[in-house]
T-cell receptor, first 111, second 112 residues
Framework: SQTIHQWPATLVQPVGSPLSLECTVE??????LYWYRQAAGRGLQLLFY??????ISSEVPQNLSASRPQDRQFILSSKKLLLSDSGFYLC??????????FGSGTRLTVV | AQKITQTQPGMFVQEKEAVTLDCTYD???????LFWYKQPSSGEMIFLIY??????QNATEGRYSLNFQKARKSANLVISASQLGDSAMYFC?????????FGTGTRLTIIP
């Protein structure tokens, strides 16, 4: 079965600092991978998705970028964080049509 | 593009009663999938139930069932015999064109 690993669980970063969140997949190969952001009390907004190494699709123009250097690794980055980047970030993976698996999430607070 | 509407921001239900969480969707895809997820306060997303757009029978998983009305573009979640542990946020989502789009969610609170 597929397991999504995310770290750290919580992160407090100052405005203007860089960001790197890593997501790794265990148990499957060639998954579709996704980064979602959830603002407090809100739904999930799709930020990026990737169907393969080096292939990134961006859904929303923003201060963030994503990369997929390896099949089972998906990275969310920012060069300079904004206050509005605060939120709960979830990585998800899909292999089969209905097999979506989520990581445990990273709660980012930009101060 | 897909759009999901969940019109109930919050619901309070007595323990052991059944509850229906509403979800309507809009998609231009001919083939799509419908999901319901539960998100407790810990933040993890727990998969509950899935319905394919061509499935003729409503999906069921234990106490969860999905009332799928394709013509109305409706995919309501029914939880039978609610329990205190059912208190959480519930999200409806549609999968189309490799992307899973979520609604804004319903916060369900079960009252003892």
């Amino acid at each position: 079965s597929q397991t999504i690993h995310q770290w750290p669980a919580t992160l407090v970063q100052p405005v203007g600092s860089p960001l790197s969140l890593e997501c790794t997949v265990e148990g499957t190969s060639n998954p579709n991978l996704y980064w979602y952001r959830q603002a407090a009390g809100r739904g999930l907004q799709l930020l990026f998705y990737s169907v393969g190494i080096g292939q990134i699709s961006s859904e929303v123009p923003q201060n963030l970028s994503a990369s997929r250097p390896q099949d089972r690794q998906f990275i969310l980055s920012s060069k300079k964080l904004l206050l509005s980047d605060s939120g709960f970030y979830l990585c998800a993976g899909r292999v089969r049509y209905y097999g979506y698996t989520f990581g445990s999430g990273t709660r980012l607070t930009v101060v | 593009a897909q759009k999901i509407t969940q019109t109930q921001p919050g619901m309070f239900v007595q323990e052991k009663e059944a509850v229906t969480l509403d979800c309507t969707y809009d998609t231009s895809d001919q083939s799509y999938g419908l999901f319901w997820y539960k998100q407790p306060s810990s933040g993890e997303m727990i998969f509950l139930i899935y319905q394919g757009s061509y499935d003729e029978q409503n999906a069921t998983e234990g106490r969860y069932s999905l009332n799928f009305q394709k013509a109305r573009k409706s995919a309501n979640l029914v939880i039978s015999a609610s329990q205190l542990g059912d208190s959480a946020m519930y999200f409806c989502a549609v999968l189309g064109n490799e992307k899973l789009t979520f609604g804004t969610g319903t916060r369900l609170t079960i009252i003892p």
